[in-house]
């Protein structure tokens, strides 16, 4: 992979991937009262599965598009599971949210620093030490 930032379309199938996740998880709740919606958990897992899929072939990096993924889901679940389903959202779970962002934003930034320290030819080229070492201490 290059060391180079997913092309917008890849954050656009993150955004779908997110919003079918969490469509799925809050359908899953709603679910118990209304088994029909059970169709809308499988389809928004599917669907979730198969943007994410895409979004990684379309350059966005795993460690990166599975964690805002799962983090955004997390985030957004609670949040629209407070307003559906009236459950609580405490100064405690809010704080474990923020913790988790703050942790999906190092690994952008992360990723971000690594595909600086790559340069434009990304990483090492065939021939060289194998070792995927970048030689300032980062193992890629």
Known sequence: MSGRSPAPRAWYLLAGAIGSEVAGSLSLRGALDRPGLYVVVVAGFL?????????????????????????????LTAALSTLLFEEPLTPLMIAGILVVIAGVLCIELGSQAAARSSGPSGPAEPGGTGTGATGSGEVR
Request: contains cysteine; hydrophobic residues 55%.
């Open 47 to 75: 669907t979730a599965f198969a943007l994410l899929s895409l979004s990684l072939r379309a350059g966005m990096r795993l460690g990166v598009g599975y964690g805002i993924w799962g983090a955004c889901g997390v985030a």
